[in-house]
T-cell receptor, first 112, second 116 residues
Framework: SQKIEQNSEALNIQEGKTATLTCNYTNYSPAYLQWYRQDPGRGPVFLLLIRENEKEKRKERLKVTFDTTLKQSLFHITASQPADSATYLCALTSGGSYIPTFGRGTSLIVHP | GAVVSQHPSWVICKSGTSVKIECRSLDFQATTMFWYRQFPKQSLMLMATSNEGSKATYEQGVEKDKFLINHASLTLSTLTVTSAHPEDSSFYIC????????????FGSGTRLTVV
């Protein structure tokens, strides 16, 4: 069956360090992968989209990599700040469907 | 950028009553909107795809008679939880996508429904 796996344990890091979150998937052939941020009691906010033929995408302090051989995406936040504390969701969209399927998300806590 | 407005942000209702949640695309037209449900520390689960001017497409296991979806215009979709019960208490979120796929999906702020 299709699975999207994100670490359920919270990631705790110190301010200024780089946070790296992982999204692994099985039995998918994603056309593209997206990362979202979700704050408690709020809807997700779109951050970045990366296509299957792209290896890396950057936006300000954010970087996403996409390895279709390893079936994995890494999401990096450089120079992390306490305001970056939130849950980060990855979502996959297969070529045959335009509707994304979401992982459970990983909570990031940045300590001052 | 695209904005999706969702109301109410929270609602408490009695068992057996119905609750309507509205989702509006403010600066773009959305022929398709999506309704999700999310339990604490769980993933967003797609409930249904709302199509303007036609019937919604429901995911397996979602009761279409209980969760009524209406998408009467290109900017408004509504979800009505009929005869609500405590087990319907959850966080409901709508989303839509503007035409530029590079911007992903835009979500509403969500509605916390509590049925007492």
């Amino acid at each position: 069956s299709q699975k999207i796996e994100q670490n359920s344990e919270a990631l705790n890091i110190q301010e200024g360090k780089t946070a790296t979150l992982t999204c692994n998937y099985t039995n998918y052939s994603p056309a593209y992968l997206q990362w979202y941020r979700q704050d408690p009691g709020r809807g997700p906010v779109f951050l970045l989209l990366i296509r299957e033929n792209e290896k890396e995408k950057r936006k300000e302090r954010l970087k996403v990599t996409f390895d279709t051989t390893l079936k994995q995406s890494l999401f990096h936040i450089t120079a992390s700040q306490p305001a970056d504390s939130a849950t980060y969701l990855c979502a996959l969209t297969s070529g045959g469907s335009y509707i994304p399927t979401f992982g459970r998300g990983t909570s990031l806590i940045v300590h001052p | 950028g695209a904005v999706v407005s969702q109301h109410p942000s929270w609602v408490i209702c009695k068992s057996g009553t119905s609750v309507k949640i509205e989702c509006r695309s403010l600066d773009f037209q959305a022929t398709t909107m999506f309704w999700y449900r999310q339990f604490p520390k769980q993933s967003l689960m797609l409930m249904a795809t709302s199509n303007e001017g036609s019937k919604a497409t429901y995911e397996q296991g979602v009761e279409k008679d209980k969760f009524l979806i209406n998408h009467a215009s290109l900017t408004l979709s509504t979800l009505t939880v009929t005869s609500a019960h405590p087990e319907d208490s959850s966080f409901y979120i709508c989303s839509a996508r503007d035409t530029d796929a590079n911007y992903g999906y835009t979500f509403g702020s969500g509605t916390r429904l509590t049925v007492v």
